[in-house]
């Protein structure tokens, strides 16, 4: 069974950083392009930033980029969001999201990496909540 357990979330004034850890299990991490995004009240789901393997090139969302980083841990199965210097349009229900080779269509890095639809597994999601 697959799964994708993030936590990290929470309440943190303006300026502030969270760090985000999405665990995974049921399929071969090392091998998977992973990528977190959020979805804001009444906004659609939007990609935040993306870790590709297999060189794990990474990929942020304008709006993200400069102030959050993609990371991962192979030996823990774990992907990360180090947000810094949030905003209060940082607010959002924050998914980490796989895209599990063999599984669907390969799509390949660069403008995709962020596109929705290549993304086989989600997590639940977990609020991320900044005070102006």
């Known amino acids: 069974e697959v799964r994708l357990v993030e936590s990290g979330g929470g309440l943190v004034q303006a300026g502030g950083s969270l760090r985000l850890s999405c665990v995974a299990s049921g399929f071969t991490f090392e091998d998977s392009d992973m990528a977190w995004f959020r979805q804001a009240p009444g906004e659609e789901r939007e990609g935040v930033s993306a870790?590709?393997?297999?060189?794990?090139?990474?990929y942020y969302s304008h709006a993200v980029k400069g102030r959050f980083t993609i990371s991962r841990d192979n030996a823990k199965n774990t992907v990360y969001l180090q947000m810094n210097n949030l905003k209060p349009e940082d607010a959002a229900v924050y998914y980490c999201?796989?895209?599990?080779?063999?599984?669907?269509?390969?799509?390949?890095?660069?403008?995709?990496?962020?596109?929705?639809?290549?993304?086989?597994?989600w997590g639940q999601g977990i609020q991320v909540t900044v005070s102006s």
């Open positions: 999201a796989a895209d599990v080779p063999f599984v669907g269509p390969y799509y390949g890095g660069g403008r995709v990496a962020l596109l929705e639809d290549r993304y086989n597994y």
């Open positions: 870790i590709l393997s297999p060189d794990y090139a990474t």
